[in-house]
């Protein structure tokens, strides 16, 4: 497995894998509430065998080449990830989204890793348009969106049921030739 450094602090961006289910559920179970308060994956998440058909199911998107799924470890630790939720190479679109446990929340890592995988699918997949899908209540992951250099689409009111209730959901993209305009120009 491959390691990609995020910067000085010792930050790694890597392929979550099937066989590392249980460390998986572990930092699931440390930023359940956290992770969940936008995000529908500790819902999805709640034990190992869960745990390893999640990380499968995108195992079998990444052979299929229709989506990827990583990993971001801190002092050797799984503190968050950042997908490829969809990719589908022949239309040229794909949509990225992240999660994070509280401890690694406001140190840049999601934007970072974000970027690297954006910078994959762009440069090396051929993707033209990168989406972002976010609740307009996550003020974080809006403001990722924004540090990608991402441009706000428009907003699907009340178009998102979770837990009992439904959630504006805003759409952000960034399309190849502005991702490549902006590379050097974004700030973490």
């Not at 002092?75 to 990830?81: A, E």
């Not at 406001?106 to 762009?122: K, N, Y």
């Amino acid at each position: 497995m491959y390691a990609r450094s995020l910067g000085d602090d010792g930050a790694e961006l890597c392929p979550l894998e099937p066989w590392q289910a249980e460390e998986f559920l572990a930092h699931i179970e440390r930023g359940r509430e956290f992770i969940g308060q936008y995000v529908g994956l500790p819902d999805v998440v709640t034990d190992l065998e869960s745990s390893r058909a999640y990380l499968r199911s995108y195992a079998e998107k990444a052979a299929a080449d229709t989506g990827r799924i990583h990993g971001i470890w801190t002092d050797g630790k799984l503190v968050g990830g950042v997908l490829l939720r969809t990719m589908d190479l022949a239309s040229g679109t794909a949509e990225a989204g992240c999660w994070l446990e509280p401890s690694a929340a406001g140190r840049g890592l999601v934007t970072r890793a974000a970027r690297v995988l954006i910078d994959w699918a762009v440069e090396e997949r051929g993707i033209h348009r990168v989406e972002w899908h976010v609740s307009s209540a996550n003020a974080p992951s809006i403001a990722v969106a924004r540090r990608l250099g991402m441009t706000k689409d428009g907003v699907l009111r009340e178009s998102y049921p979770y837990r009992g209730k439904r959630h504006d959901m805003e759409v952000w993209s960034v399309l190849a030739p502005e991702w490549r305009a902006g590379k050097g120009v974004l700030a973490c």
